[in-house]
């Protein structure tokens, strides 16, 4: 068997396209939550806390000598990314929440009954002689 062929036969396996799938709608997901959070949330965070941005805190572990660039320590870098990461956390949870509470709105309302079966109809009408005798 040739290596094209069973490339192929692996590529178009239902389980490989629907990772691909998953991998693409995730990609573009993870746009929609970072406008959220950039876009959306951010703004009125920025007001409340005055425009505070962490990540220009360093600790210098070690001066720059001649075209020796200095080691610093970004410790507000990490802050930054860390509170940033526990924005987007919290917007997913309450997206994935709302569409928790619309799932379950959708479930709670009542089927129709389902239709009596043949055997069902037929004790019916047993029963339904019986209470004429």
Not at 19 to 31: L, Q
Not at 103 to 115: G, T, Y
């Given at each position: 068997?040739?290596?094209?062929?069973?490339f192929?036969?692996?590529?178009?396996?239902?389980?490989?396209v629907?990772?691909?799938v998953?991998?693409i709608?995730g990609a573009?997901?993870?746009?929609?939550?970072?406008?959220?959070?950039?876009d959306v949330i951010?703004?009125?965070i920025?007001v409340?806390?005055?425009?505070v941005?962490?990540s220009?805190?360093a600790?210098?572990?070690?001066?720059?000598?001649g075209?020796?660039?200095?080691?610093?320590?970004?410790?507000?870098?990490f802050?930054?990314?860390?509170?940033?990461f526990?924005i987007?956390?919290?917007?997913?949870?309450?997206?994935v929440?709302?569409?928790?509470?619309?799932?379950?709105?959708?479930?709670?309302?009542?089927a129709?009954?389902p239709?009596?079966?043949?055997?069902?109809?037929?004790?019916?009408?047993?029963?339904?002689?019986?209470?004429?005798?």
């Amino acid at each position: 068997m040739s290596v094209f062929k069973e490339f192929r036969e692996f590529a178009v396996r239902g389980n490989v396209v629907d990772m691909a799938v998953g991998i693409i709608i995730g990609a573009a997901f993870g746009k929609i939550v970072a406008s959220l959070v950039e876009d959306v949330i951010m703004p009125p965070i920025g007001v409340l806390v005055g425009g505070v941005d962490f990540s220009n805190l360093a600790v210098t572990l070690k001066a720059a000598e001649g075209d020796a660039p200095a080691v610093m320590l970004n410790y507000g870098n990490f802050l930054q990314i860390s509170f940033n990461f526990l924005i987007v956390a919290a917007a997913v949870f309450m997206l994935v929440k709302a569409i928790n509470s619309l799932r379950r709105k959708e479930e709670e309302a009542p089927a129709a009954p389902p239709a009596p079966t043949a055997e069902e109809k037929l004790l019916m009408e047993i029963r339904d002689l019986l209470k004429q005798k």
